[in-house]
Nanobody, 119 residues
Framework: QVQLVESGGGLVQPGGSLRLSCLAS????????MSWYRQAPGKERELVAK????????HYADSVKGRFTISQDNAKSTVYLQMNSLKPEDTAVYYC????????????WGQGTQVTVSS
């Protein structure tokens, strides 16, 4: 059973930085996509960034391009989200997600970690 555990959230001032980590266990798939999503109060969950396990191709939401970087350490089964130049509108619960399977029919979520950007 795949388990995803996020860490690294917290309170940071505007312009500051945080690094989120997602430790994955129980992965038996040879290829998969790891993503970070976020959900702000009263808003729908949205994709922030994703990375493929093979090749390390990345994709970012327009709102975070140039500020956030997603990376992976396959040896540690961990995906990171480095967040720089944080803005109050980045405040949300951030979730780690894994998709796998020929039709991405396997879909796993972490419990989320709160990121608050405020002075």
């Amino acid at each position: 059973q795949v388990q995803l555990v996020e860490s690294g959230g917290g309170l940071v001032q505007p312009g500051g930085s945080l690094r989120l980590s997602c430790l994955a266990s129980g992965i038996t798939f040879s290829t998969y996509i790891m993503s970070w999503y976020r959900q702000a109060p009263g808003k729908e969950r949205e994709l922030v960034a994703k990375v493929t396990s093979a090749g390390g191709m990345t994709h970012y939401a327009d709102s975070v391009k140039g500020r956030f970087t997603i990376s992976q350490d396959n040896a540690k089964s961990t995906v990171y989200l480095q967040m720089n130049s944080l803005k109050p509108e980045d405040t949300a619960v951030y979730y780690c997600n894994l998709e796998a399977g020929d039709w991405f029919e396997y879909d796993y979520w972490g419990q989320g970690t709160q990121v608050t950007v405020s002075s």
